[in-house]
Nanobody
C-alpha cells in the first residue's frame, strides 16, 4: 500500500515558522511527484509547492515564494516544507500528495495518494 504521513504542524504566531514533514512509502521514489496542498475551512484544497523527486525540480505558488522552502531526502523518502514568515491566511490543514503521471502539480485530481494532513494555525 501507498502511505504518506505528514507531521510538524502546530500553532505559531504571525511571522513564525514551522517545518512540515511528509514521509512516504509503498512505491519507488525514482520518478514521482510530491505536492503540498492546504485547505482552510470552507475552501478548496490549494496547491502550495511541488517537487519532482527524480530530478529535484521544485515549483512554488506565488503566494509562498520567498517564505516557504521545500527540501527532500530521497534516501529517507521524506519531503520537508520549511515555512517562514507565516501569515494568518496560511492556516489550514496541510496535506502531502503523491502522483506519478502529472499534468499540473497543483491540480489535486492529478494525485492518487494523500496523507491525513497536519493542522497549521497562525495566530496574532
Amino acid at each position: 500500500q501507498v502511505h504518506l504521513v505528514e507531521s510538524g504542524g502546530g500553532s505559531v504566531q504571525t511571522g513564525g515558522s514551522l517545518r512540515l514533514s511528509c514521509a512516504f512509502s509503498g512505491w519507488s521514489a525514482s520518478n514521482i511527484w510530491i505536492s503540498w496542498f492546504r485547505q482552510a475551512p470552507g475552501k478548496e484544497r490549494e496547491g502550495i509547492v511541488c517537487v519532482n523527486i527524480r530530478d529535484g525540480g521544485t515549483t512554488y505558488r506565488d503566494f509562498v515564494k520567498g517564505r516557504f522552502t521545500l527540501f527532500h531526502d530521497n534516501a529517507k523518502n521524506t519531503v520537508f516544507l520549511q515555512m517562514n514568515s507565516l501569515k494568518h491566511e496560511d492556516s489550514g490543514v496541510c496535506y502531502c500528495a503523491k502522483g506519478a503521471q502529472i499534468y499540473n502539480c497543483f491540480r489535486s485530481c492529478d494525485f492518487d495518494a494523500w496523507g491525513q494532513g497536519t493542522q497549521v494555525t497562525v495566530f496574532s
